[in-house]
């Protein structure tokens, strides 16, 4: 046996195999597109909210329903009572800069 011919089996089994997972991917994709269907009817009739991340202090529970001051609540520096807190970042709009608005406000008289 020559080893071009070996070569060409393996490459051969190796294009077999690479269509096997294509079309293994895409039957599943038609599968998990109809489960997503199916959960999306479910939370509609149950009226479910957003997933619940951590079950702790209300503003770790999910960044889109958090109450962006309840952390800070006893004062401005204090420690976080709660371990998930250090596991998600602070929302992005307290850790923007204000800088871009000096001078754009005007005092009511």
Do not use: W
Request: proline share 7%.
């Amino acid at each position: 046996m020559r080893p071009s011919s070996v070569a060409l089996g393996v490459l051969a089994v190796l294009a077999g195999v690479c269509l096997l997972i294509f079309g293994l991917f895409f039957r599943l994709t038609v599968e998990d597109e109809q489960k997503l269907t199916a959960n999306r009817a479910l939370v509609e009739k149950l009226g479910l909210t957003d997933l619940a991340l951590f079950t702790e202090a209300r503003y770790t529970r999910h960044p889109t329903q958090a109450d962006l001051h309840s952390a800070l609540q006893d004062h401005p520096g204090a420690f976080d009572h709660f371990p998930s807190g250090s596991l998600l970042p602070p929302p992005a709009i307290l850790t923007q800069s204000h800088a871009h608005l000096a001078g754009k406000t005007t005092s009511p008289d």
